[in-house]
């Protein structure tokens, strides 16, 4: 059995000059759920693998400059190391996140440096940031807001009512810090950014804030974050299965697919129509889950 990067990949490209989308499905146990490789994903292979993506965007998105990408990534062993060389490549090729999942890895403070670079480098709001279940201390998790808050993207405009807005949704539990509490009333209070901790997901949710009144939305959702007893993730599939069996393969070439009816599970695609739009067949919603960056930690201190 040999891995293809290719086969977690989807890449839709619209005609015209709207933005390509890009699908990165690389959670393990959901890829076994639905019978493909669930290969566990470390330092070296994330690394690999972003050399990949370096490559796969260039030959295909060479002079496109703006991706908007739902990235999946939840469920592996990647650390603060392999963060890195991703984000690299995503301000490289400009690429925009809409969706994060990193929840169920390795990352720590090192890393929330890593994506505080990602959101000072990227003009439109990561809509989700899924960071569960990881290594992030309250040092990591304030460098985090104080660009969030100093961004200027904060909250974003609900496309369905433009009287209101909606927060990142930011997830924080099961992590290391220690005092979640003491943690809010420090950002909220004495640092004066506004907040939501509602954990009702009927009042709020990814694409909803029961306070996202235009005027007054707060600019981060903080959901379970008082679940901080740390539990470390291990993975199903052994990590050296996956270094034998990956390889690299030239990217395939462009060609237009009749979009399934569903998002799909990990397979090689790319496609000329955006399924999450409304002209495509399905509507991607929500999860359900579930340097300057040392200068603003200074600041906020």
């Known amino acids: 059995m040999s891995l293809s990067w290719e086969n977690y990949i989807t890449l839709w490209l619209p005609d015209g000059n709207q933005d390509a989308v890009l699908d990165i499905h690389l959670d393990p146990a959901k890829n076994s ?47 603060d190391a392999g963060l890195k060389a991703l984000v690299d490549v995503l301000l490289a090729r400009r690429v925009h996140c809409s969706i994060l999942r990193l929840y169920k890895n390795r990352i720590g403070d090192s890393g929330c440096w890593e994506i505080v670079r990602l959101l000072e480098n990227t003009p439109e709001p990561i809509h989700e940031l899924h960071l569960s279940h990881n290594f992030i201390t309250e040092r990591g998790a304030t460098g985090l807001v104080a660009k969030i808050a100093s961004h200027g993207g904060y909250p974003r405009a609900d496309p369905r009512n433009p009287k209101r807005s909606i927060p990142i949704w930011l997830r924080l539990e099961h992590n290391k810090i220690a005092d979640p509490q003491k943690f809010l009333e420090f950002v909220s209070k004495e640092k004066n950014v506004s907040c939501c901790w509602n954990n009702n997901r009927k009042q709020c949710g990814p694409s909803s804030c029961i306070h996202g009144h235009a005027s007054k939305c707060p600019l981060i959702h ?77 600041q906020w201190a």
């Open 33 to 79: 759920a639905n019978g493909y490789c669930g290969i566990v994903i470390d330092d070296q292979l994330m690394i690999h693998f972003a050399g990949f993506l370096d490559n796969f965007l260039n030959f295909h998105l060479p002079h496109r400059p703006v991706i908007r990408a739902h990235v999946t990534l939840s469920q592996n062993q990647i650390s």
């Open 222 to 298: 903080f959901f379970l974050i008082e679940s901080q007893n740390h539990r470390e993730h291990h993975p199903r599939v052994h990590i050296t299965e996956a270094h034998e069996t990956v390889h690299h393969t030239n990217p395939p070439s462009v060609e237009t697919s009749q979009l399934p009816s569903q998002l799909p599970s990990p397979k090689p695609r790319i496609a000329s129509v955006d399924p999450r739009s409304k002209h495509g067949a399905a509507n991607n919603k929500g999860s359900n889950v579930a340097d300057h960056s040392m200068q603003a930690n200074r």
